[in-house]
C-alpha cells in the first residue's frame, strides 16, 4: 500500500495534484504525442528513461523542496513509477511529457496536467527539471508549449491553471514567462514536502489564446463591409484607430477611483433627447445622429448639467474559436469641453463597464478610438488597429 501510494503521486510540478491514472475522466483527450520547440523534444517516457530521471530530479532534495511527493529513495523506486506511467500511454488519455533536449535525448524534466475540471473544463498542470538545468529558460519554453498543445487538441478546454508555493518565487515566474496570469493567493491551500502551504494561481483561458486573424474575423463580423464606408476609408496610414476589449469577469470596479463633490451624478438619461443632442454636438457634431430616442444612454452630470455622455451598445453573441462571446460596450463616449480633465468621463466609462458585467455580457468593446492610453486605466487593451487601408 505505501508503494502504490508512493507511485500514484506524479513528479510533475509545484502544483502538487495528484495523478490517478485509474480515475480519468477526459473531454476530447488527444493524448501524449511528441512537441517540439525551439530546442526542446518533448516525448513520452520509456521505462528506460528511469537511470536519468533518478540522476536529474526525484533524488534531489533542492528539487523536490516544495513539491507534493518526496524524494525517491533509490533508482528501483523510479523505475516502478515510470512502468506504471508508460502502462497509461496506450488508452490515449494521459498528458505527460518527459523533457529533452534536442541535442541530447535523456530526460531532464517533467511537465504533465496533474488535475482536470470537467464542470469548468479546465486542467491544471505540474512541472520540475533538474536542478543542473535551472536558470536556462528551458521550463517556460516547455509549459508555453504544453498550454498551446493542449488548447489546440482540446477543442472544449477552456482554462489551463498551475500553483505555486509563494517562497518559490522562480516557479511564478516560469508562469509569467509562459504568458499566464496570476489570479491571486489562497491561505493554507495545499501541502507539500515543507507542510501545509498558502498557494499561488495562474491561469490563461482559451481567449487569451485568441490570434490576430480571429480578431480580424471578429471585427468583420460585427462590421461588415466596414471599409468601404467613405469616413472609414478617410483615416490615414499614419495615424491608425484601435480596437480594444475587456474581458468582464476580470473587470475590478476599484481600479479606478476618483473622488468628486456631492454635485457630480452618474445614472441612465431620461430626459429630453434633443437637448442631449446639443450636447454632444459640442463635442463631436456627426455623432448626432446616434443618439435616438431608442438609443440607451447613460451620463455624468453636475449640477444636473450633462457633463459627460455615452450609449450602451450591444453587439450580440459571436463564436471566437469555439467559445461564444456576448460582447456589449459604450459607445460615442465624449465630455462637454468645459467638464474635461476632472476624472468624470472615465468614471462614467468604469460605471457602464461594471453595469455590462452585471447583466452578463462575456466583453465590454471599444469601437474606433484614439484614446487606447485612457481605455487602458480600466484595463481595456487593444487587439486590432486600422486605417482606411484595412486592419494592420
Known amino acids: 500500500m505505501l508503494l502504490r501510494s508512493f507511485i500514484s503521486l506524479i513528479p510533475g510540478g509545484e502544483t502538487g495534484g495528484r495523478f490517478h491514472p485509474l480515475e480519468r475522466r477526459t473531454m476530447n483527450t488527444a493524448g501524449t504525442h511528441t512537441i517540439e520547440t525551439e530546442r526542446l523534444i518533448l516525448r513520452r517516457f520509456t521505462v528506460e528513461d528511469y537511470e536519468d530521471m533518478y540522476t536529474n530530479w526525484t533524488s534531489d532534495p533542492e528539487v523536490t523542496k516544495f513539491l507534493s511527493w518526496p524524494t525517491h529513495p533509490d533508482k528501483e523506486f523510479t523505475r516502478t513509477l515510470l512502468t506504471e506511467w508508460v502502462g497509461y500511454y496506450s ?4 498528458y505527460n511529457w518527459g523533457i529533452t533536449l534536442k541535442c541530447d535525448d535523456r530526460v531532464i524534466g517533467n511537465i504533465a496536467v496533474v488535475e482536470r475540471d470537467e464542470r469548468t473544463k479546465s486542467y491544471e498542470l505540474g512541472y520540475c527539471l533538474g536542478r543542473a538545468f535551472w536558470g536556462k529558460e528551458i521550463m517556460p519554453e516547455a509549459l508555453e508549449a504544453v498550454i498551446r498543445y493542449l488548447f489546440e487538441n482540446e477543442e472544449d478546454l477552456s482554462r489551463v491553471i498551475a500553483t505555486h508555493d509563494p517562497r518559490n518565487p522562480k516557479s511564478g515566474r516560469v508562469m509569467q514567462k509562459a504568458g ?27 481567449s487569451d489564446m485568441v490570434t490576430k486573424e480571429q480578431y480580424a474575423a471578429l471585427f468583420n463580423e460585427m462590421h461588415p463591409g466596414y ?27 476599484d481600479i479606478y477611483e476618483k473622488t468628486f463633490p456631492d454635485d457630480v451624478t452618474f445614472g441612465f438619461y431620461d430626459g429630453d433627447i434633443e437637448a442631449l443632442k446639443e450636447e454632444v454636438a459640442k463635442v463631436v457634431p456627426h455623432w448626432v445622429n446616434f443618439f435616438g430616442k431608442d438609443a440607451r444612454i447613460y451620463c455624468g452630470f453636475v449640477s444636473g448639467k450633462i457633463a459627460s455622455f455615452c450609449m450602451i451598445q450591444d453587439f450580440g453573441e459571436h463564436m471566437v474559436d469555439g467559445m461564444k462571446w456576448k460582447i456589449g460596450g459604450p459607445g460615442c463616449v465624449g ?34 478610438t484614439y484614446e487606447t492610453g485612457w481605455y487602458s486605466k480600466l484595463g481595456y487593451t487593444t487587439f486590432l488597429t486600422w486605417t482606411g487601408s484595412g486592419i494592420k
Open 91 to 94: 488508452e490515449g488519455k494521459t
Open 180 to 206: 499566464m496570469h496570476y489570479d491571486g493567493c489562497l491561505r493554507a491551500a495545499k501541502r507539500n514536502n515543507t507542510g501545509i502551504h498558502d498557494t499561488a494561481y495562474y491561469s490563461i483561458l482559451r
Open 335 to 368: 465630455t462637454v469641453p468645459e467638464y474635461r480633465d476632472r476624472g468624470i468621463g472615465l468614471t462614467m466609462v468604469r460605471n457602464v463597464t461594471q453595469i455590462l458585467r452585471d447583466e452578463l455580457y462575456d466583453y465590454s468593446y471599444i469601437h474606433y
Open 227 to 253: 471599409f468601404e464606408r467613405d469616413y472609414v476609408k478617410n483615416v490615414p496610414d499614419d495615424e491608425p484607430a484601435s480596437e480594444m476589449l475587456l474581458r468582464l469577469q476580470s473587470f475590478d470596479g
